[in-house]
C-alpha cells in the first residue's frame, strides 16, 4: 500500500501482472478523482514517456 501525506491517497493501489498495469482507487469519489490526477496520471505520463 502506498502511504502518502494526503488522505486522499490513502488507499491507493497500484499493481503489475506480465505487460498489465492497474490501478486501485478509493471508493470516495472526490478522492479518486484526486488520486487518479495526483498519482495514476502523473505515473502513466512517466511509463510512456512523456515530460
Known amino acids: 500500500m502506498l502511504q502518502t501525506g494526503s488522505q486522499a ?6 499493481g503489475k501482472r506480465q505487460r498489465s498495469v ?7 469519489q472526490v478522492s479518486a478523482m ?3 490526477y495526483q498519482l ?3 505515473l ?3 511509463i510512456g514517456g512523456v515530460k
Open 9 to 14: 491517497e490513502k488507499l491507493f493501489c497500484f
Open 22 to 28: 492497474f490501478f486501485g482507487l478509493p471508493d470516495n
Open 34 to 36: 484526486v488520486t487518479l
Open 44 to 46: 502513466m505520463f512517466t
Open 40 to 42: 495514476a496520471v502523473t
